[in-house]
């Protein structure tokens, strides 16, 4: 998987792949990072990228030219037209983030992310560029950035090879619209409270009806609005009625 990030600001989309999990994906070559700098692609003395909005208003407009040779650049280096490759445009206008979207988009080969900042991108080069439009969540940020760096992050951790455990990115959470079961870890007592003894049992059929239990009543706590959708028994549907 190859990430391509057009923004103003890429040392923030580095500095934060860089690190942790993400950043040892980078190293071990199972996913790269190509964040380009929009303002290198302004042709003006001061490197301008934005301008007034027509027709008036408050803050400015990031301009269409500089966008479109920014991406114009990257697709000579990377044939991403050819290949058809999604063009992100990260916007509280898109469509809700999730995680059947990154499961879908982690089987392609580029994906390139458009980070927009001030009061938004030139609507002709959107119309140009961009396939989709996503948004985390309806709330607004400041900018693209955060929000291409949680889909990017999503969608690495399901490129195999970049857990060491290609078992964990699919017994967890929403996978099949229930959240993750407790998780303990030594010492077997702290604070008075135990850690459960099916845990400690070595009995693997216990433990996995165990697990199965607790991630059903904890998502029926939780967020009942998954749990409409999950799949139950008719005595796990019984578990969670009252
Ligand atoms: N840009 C600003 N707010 C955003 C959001 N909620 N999702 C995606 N991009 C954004």
């Known amino acids: 998987m190859r990430f391509h990030v057009m923004t103003l600001f890429p040392e923030m989309i580095e500095n934060a792949m860089e ?13 790269a990072l190509n964040a380009v700098n929009i303002r290198d692609y302004a042709q003006n003395k001061h490197n301008r990228v934005d301008d007034y909005p027509y027709g008036g ?5 990031m301009q269409a030219a500089p966008v479109y040779r920014c991406y114009q650049a990257i697709d000579q280096e990377y044939v991403l ?3 058809k490759t999604r063009v992100i445009y990260l916007s509280p206008q898109g469509e809700t983030f999730s995680q059947k979207m990154a499961q879908e988009l982690a089987n392609e080969e580029d994906l390139v992310f458009l980070c927009g900042h001030y009061e938004g991108i030139d609507e002709r ?5 961009v396939t989709d439009y996503v948004s985390i969540g309806d709330y607004v940020l400041t900018g693209g ?14 490129v195999p090879g970049v857990l060491n ?18 998780q303990y870890t030594r010492p077997e007592e702290w604070n008075g409270k135990k850690v459960p003894p099916v ?12 697990y199965r239990e607790q991630s059903v009543i904890r998502t029926a706590q939780r967020r009942p609005d998954l749990i409409q959708k999950a799949d139950l028994t008719a005595k796990e549907q019984e578990l969670v009625k009252e």
């Open 199 to 210: 845990l400690l049992s070595g009995n693997h059929k216990l433990l996995a009806q165990w």
């Open 57 to 61: 208003g408050a803050g400015m407009v």
């Open 19 to 31: 690190v942790s999990i993400t950043g040892r994906a980078i190293k071990a070559g199972r996913i």
């Open 145 to 158: 950035e955060l929000p291409a760096l949680v889909m990017m992050d999503t969608i690495s951790r399901l």
């Open 165 to 182: 455990n290609d078992i964990s990115a699919q017994t967890e959470s929403f996978s099949d619209d229930l959240l993750e079961y407790p």
């Open 81 to 83: 037209k050819e290949k």
């Open 125 to 129: 080069v959107l119309e140009e560029i």
